[in-house]
Nanobody
Framework: QVQLVESGGGLVQAGGSLRLSCAAS????????MGWYRQAPGKQRELVAR???????NYADSVKGRFTISRDNAKNTVYLQMNSLKPEDTAVYYC?????????WGKGTQVTVSS
């Protein structure tokens, strides 16, 4: 098992930046895939970005070139650097870990981008 705790959300103006952190309760070195999802009001949860244990990344088209996912195995933490934020990025952002066939979720952190 692994518990995930997100932090770093908040209110920011359009064009601004935020960095989200996801702290895991144990080593993430061997966790196959870690990622960030988001859910806006009235919408389905969607993938934002994910990173494999080997460091490969992929992004939703809507955030390519603006968001960067990274992982620090020594700190058991995954980050999401978000730049050039837009109002449509407003959502609850969830950290996710896929390990040994099981999906784990954090409780989420709210990101609100004002126009």
């Amino acid at each position: 098992q692994v518990q995930l705790v997100e932090s770093g959300g908040g209110l920011v103006q359009a064009g601004g930046s935020l960095r989200l952190s996801c702290a895991a309760s144990r080593s993430i070195f061997s966790i196959n895939i870690m990622g960030w999802y988001r859910q806006a009001p009235g919408k389905q949860r969607e993938l934002v970005a994910r990173i494999t244990s080997g460091g490969s990344t992929n992004y939703a088209d809507s955030v390519k070139g603006r968001f960067t996912i990274s992982r620090d195995n020594a700190k058991n933490t995954v980050y999401l650097q978000m730049n050039s934020l837009k109002p449509e990025d407003t959502a609850v952002y969830y950290c996710n870990a896929f390990d040994a066939g099981i999906m784990y979720w954090g409780k989420g952190t709210q990101v609100t981008v004002s126009s």
